[in-house]
């Protein structure tokens, strides 16, 4: 980044001049010579006078002095005359596309022309991190028993746990996120949500486009946020409840200044989800199994009938849910079907005797039963419920 210049910070390099000084500190007399040089953003080079000190002043555009000193450069913003001892090597940067600097060298005397310019990093303050467009907000209490059947797309996607629990599958490999925690779903990486029959979750979800060169440091990984990275998220559920000219851009500004927070620690982050090459195979096996089920929510599912067009045995699906998501596959297969069951249910174009035979119960009578064991109430009852809304 650019230095302010000043006698401190530029007494290691040569000297400043006063610019109140006759001629602004510039040397006369027939032993120097002057001249204007015009520098443009190609063809830029280190140079060394060692005939004596060089003398440099802006004349006109917003320029910048480079100068090395034991292999290390530094530069400067160049608004005030400076003097350079002799062999000092320096480069003048154009801060945009072009500048011109008066110059005085001894008479007689030519600058000496090295290598050029091929690094001249981080003179501006730039976006290390951009946060495109914001697909989707929301903020939201789910009941006991909640289940997303899963997908997959091509923006990233944050989850951020405000209270009680919630598990997500993730390509395969099941974490569970306590309060206080965030997970970041990468770009096409699947991924699916649910909780436990007894617990409920209130949580935070937004999808949204990042270009970034350290944006794939957040998936796969579980963060615990601090007070003010959590103060952030709420920030941006107040400006999504409020939305008035300005929430997009402020939602926008809060969203990045938590990614870029997180980021920052992921240097010394902990909680990385590591999977060895051996549980690799496990959470494909998983991964194809949900998505399975999901994209076959409508059809007669069994575990038998899963594990055999993913390619393992029964008890082995089995045992792999056990471990990798806390639940069997058959009562996953279940939640998915009466999840379905709710949501053709709110579409309100078949009646319960056409939603048990879209979703291949064998009777009503048997859906109605694991509905209302699923969710304390009957459909009639839960329809009755969604037209009071």
């Given at each position: 980044?650019?230095?302010?210049?000043?006698?401190?910070?530029?007494?290691?390099?040569?000297?400043?001049?006063?610019?109140?000084?006759?001629?602004?500190?510039?040397?006369?007399?027939?032993?120097?010579?002057?001249?204007?040089?015009?520098?443009?953003?190609?063809?830029?080079?280190?140079?060394?006078?060692?005939?004596?000190?060089?003398?440099?002043?802006?004349?006109?555009?917003?320029?910048?002095?480079?100068?090395?000193?034991?292999?290390?450069?530094?530069?400067?913003?160049?608004?005030?005359?400076?003097?350079?001892?002799?062999?000092?090597?320096?480069?003048?940067?154009?801060?945009?596309?072009?500048?011109?600097?008066?110059?005085?060298?001894?008479?007689?005397?030519?600058?000496?022309?090295?290598?050029?310019v091929t690094a001249a990093e981080n003179l501006k303050l730039g976006d290390r991190l951009r946060v495109?467009?914001?697909?989707?907000?929301?903020?939201?209490?789910?009941?006991?028993?909640?289940?997303?059947?899963?997908?997959?797309?091509?923006?990233?996607?944050?989850?951020?746990?405000?209270?009680?629990?919630?598990?997500?599958?993730?390509?395969?490999?099941?974490?569970?996120?306590?309060?206080?925690?965030?997970?970041?779903?990468?770009?096409?990486?699947?991924?699916?949500?649910?909780?436990?029959?007894?617990?409920?979750?209130?949580?935070?979800?937004?999808?949204?486009?990042?270009?970034?060169?350290?944006?794939?440091?957040?998936?796969?990984?579980?963060?615990?946020?601090?007070?003010?990275?959590?103060?952030?998220?709420?920030?941006?559920?107040?400006?999504?409840?409020?939305?008035?000219?300005?929430?997009?851009?402020?939602?926008?500004?809060?969203?990045?200044?938590?990614?870029?927070?997180?980021?920052?620690?992921?240097?010394?982050?902990?909680?990385?989800?590591?999977?060895?090459?051996?549980?690799?195979?496990?959470?494909?096996?998983?991964?194809?199994?949900?998505?399975?089920?999901?994209?076959?929510?409508?059809?007669?599912?069994?575990?038998?009938?899963?594990?055999?067009?993913?390619?393992?045995?029964?008890?082995?699906?089995?045992?792999?849910?056990?471990?990798?998501?806390?639940?069997?596959?058959?009562?996953?297969?279940?939640?998915?079907?009466?999840?379905?069951?709710?949501?053709?249910?709110?579409?309100?174009?078949?009646?319960?005797?056409?939603?048990?035979?879209?979703?291949?119960?064998?009777?009503?009578?048997?859906?109605?039963?694991?509905?209302?064991?699923?969710?304390?109430?009957?459909?009639?009852?839960?329809?009755?419920?969604?037209?009071?809304?």
């Amino acid at each position: 980044m650019v230095e302010n210049l000043n006698k401190l910070t530029f007494s290691g390099y040569g000297r400043v001049l006063r610019d109140s000084l006759p001629n602004r500190g510039f040397p006369s007399g027939a032993q120097w010579q002057e001249s204007v040089q015009y520098f443009s953003a190609e063809g830029l080079c280190f140079y060394r006078q060692s005939a004596g000190p060089v003398y440099l002043d802006f004349e006109l555009g917003m320029t910048v002095l480079a100068v090395r000193r034991e292999g290390e450069t530094a530069y400067f913003y160049l608004d005030k005359p400076v003097c350079l001892p002799a062999g000092r090597e320096f480069a003048i940067l154009p801060y945009q596309t072009e500048c011109s600097v008066r110059l005085a060298q001894p008479a007689g005397a030519q600058l000496e022309v090295l290598e050029p310019v091929t690094a001249a990093e981080n003179l501006k303050l730039g976006d290390r991190l951009r946060v495109g467009e914001i697909y989707t907000l929301f903020y939201r209490e789910v009941e006991s028993g909640f289940l997303f059947k899963g997908e997959q797309h091509s923006m990233f996607e944050l989850t951020y746990v405000d209270r009680g629990s919630l598990h997500c599958v993730v390509d395969g490999n099941g974490v569970e996120l306590h309060q206080g925690q965030l997970m970041v779903f990468g770009p096409q990486q699947w991924h699916m949500q649910y909780t436990d029959l007894d617990v409920t979750a209130r949580f935070l979800t937004v999808s949204f486009d990042l270009e970034s060169e350290f944006a794939a440091r957040l998936p796969d990984r579980v963060f615990d946020l601090s007070s003010a990275e959590a103060a952030q998220l709420r920030q941006i559920v107040r400006e999504s409840e409020n939305m008035d000219a300005y929430s997009g851009d402020f939602i926008r500004s809060y969203l990045k200044l938590l990614l870029l927070s997180v980021l920052r620690d992921t240097g010394s982050e902990k909680k990385r989800l590591k999977t060895p090459v051996a549980l690799n195979h496990e959470n494909e096996i998983v991964s194809r199994t949900l998505q399975y089920v999901a994209d076959h929510v409508c059809d007669k599912l069994s575990v038998e009938i899963v594990s055999r067009e993913v390619g393992v045995s029964a008890s082995h699906l089995t045992a792999l849910f056990h471990r990798q998501m806390n639940i069997s596959p058959g009562e996953y297969i279940r939640r998915v079907k009466l999840e379905e069951s709710k949501r053709l249910i709110r579409e309100g174009t078949m009646n319960f005797s056409q939603i048990a035979a879209q979703l291949n119960y064998s009777t009503i009578h048997h859906f109605s039963r694991q509905f209302k064991d699923k969710f304390g109430m009957s459909p009639s009852e839960y329809a009755k419920s969604i037209q009071s809304e």
